[in-house]
């Protein structure tokens, strides 16, 4: 299938899985460009166990990403509000019904991100799927399916997004590292950011700080 290509500009860098307040201070010295917190209480990685909402709201970043999994929309709403978050991420089974809910109850400067979870899927079933969210979602992230939803430090086959349209800017998530950011060229339609977690780790929550530096200067200027 032929596809349109975006134009060069460098992918921008997000930073998935936060734990510790003096990390996050760091990575925005640094420069990252979106902060991921997780919201998922069965997740390793669930920020809540470290620190609360308003530490959260207290971060001076526009970047916030609160990471969800079939949470309800009331909770999203509260959170949200409470941690002065930038954009949800939904990472769960949301159904567009869900999402255009949510829409409505969430403030309008606050972005929607719609995880689609590959794995065993074919391309047209893929495409589908974006298509049937496009119109409510402000950007898409491409993550490896699991059952822990994410953070499973695996790819998946980077070729399928060839085979698909994608009529929002996205997120590419799973397993990036510099041991196979070289492939991203192999990709037609760029992708708007990179989605690092668990590659970047010591430990689920801490992060590697001197490892996201050097990648973001390698790799990301």
């Known amino acids: 299938m032929t596809q349109r290509t975006t134009n060069k500009q460098q992918a921008k860098l997000k930073v998935c899985g936060l734990t510790e307040l003096s990390q996050v201070s760091e990575l925005c010295t640094m420069g990252v460009d979106f902060l991921g917190f997780i919201f ?13 909402l308003k530490k959260i709201a207290e971060i001076p970043h526009s970047g916030k990403v609160g990471v969800f999994v079939n949470e309800t929309t009331e909770q999203i709403v509260e959170i949200a509000e409470n941690a ?32 689609i979870r590959i794995g065993n899927q074919s391309a047209e079933d893929i495409q589908k799927t974006i298509n049937q969210h496009a119109t409510i979602n402000n950007y898409f992230l491409f993550d490896t399916d699991s059952k822990a939803f994410g953070g499973t430090g695996k790819s998946f086959d980077w070729d399928i997004l060839n085979q698909i349209e994608i009529p929002k800017p996205y997120f590419l ?3 990036i590292s510099p041991q196979n950011i070289h492939q991203l060229k192999t990709i037609n339609q760029q992708p708007f950011a ?22 973001k200067d390698r790799f990301l200027k």
């Open 40 to 52: 998922y209480e069965k997740s390793p990685r669930f920020v809540l166990n470290r620190f609360g």
């Open 84 to 115: 002065a978050l930038n954009f949800v991420q939904l990472h769960g089974d949301e159904s567009i019904e869900f999402i255009s809910d949510l829409r409505q109850n969430l403030k309008n400067e606050v972005g929607i991100i719609k995880v």
């Open 173 to 175: 998530s799973g397993g």
């Open 194 to 215: 990179l989605d690092i977690n668990s590659k970047f780790e010591t430990e689920p929550g801490v992060k590697d700080l001197a490892k996201i530096e050097d990648f």
